[in-house]
């Protein structure tokens, strides 16, 4: 499956971007994932939603972020808000196999700039 993201922009310190990502095949037996990485530092896990829809999120965007998913449009998206300096990066979204919890597949990326 190739996943396209998009959404990624230039905002300003408490506004909110919603990034969405696009399979070119189903993703209801998938679980699905937000990853991020700033300049200089590892990708790191933002968010997930598991094909059950649980959902997990890393301690520093709890409250700010919401991972998503529309099955019947297959994309999963990221709504992000009060955004902050330290939200700045690339964010890629990345899918596992049919009832994988691994994640194989991943997008080119969407690059997010907050500004201060």
């Known amino acids: 499956v190739q996943l396209q993201a998009s959404g990624g922009g230039l905002v300003q310190a408490g506004e909110s971007l919603r990034l969405s990502c696009v399979a070119s095949?189903?993703?209801?037996?998938?679980?699905l994932g937000w990853y991020r990485q700033a300049p200089g530092l590892q990708r790191e896990s933002v968010a997930s939603?598991?094909?059950?829809?649980?959902?997990n999120y890393v301690d520093s965007v709890k409250g700010r972020f919401t991972i998503s998913r529309d099955d019947a449009k297959n994309t999963v998206y990221l709504q992000m808000s009060s955004l902050k300096p330290e939200d700045t990066a690339v964010y890629y979204c990345?899918?596992?196999?049919?009832?994988?919890?691994?994640?194989?597949?991943w997008g080119q990326g969407t690059k997010v700039t907050v500004s201060s």
């Open positions: 095949g189903s993703i209801s037996r998938r679980d």
């Open positions: 990345a899918a596992s196999r049919m009832f994988d919890s691994r994640y194989t597949y």
């Open positions: 939603i598991t094909r059950g829809g649980s959902t």
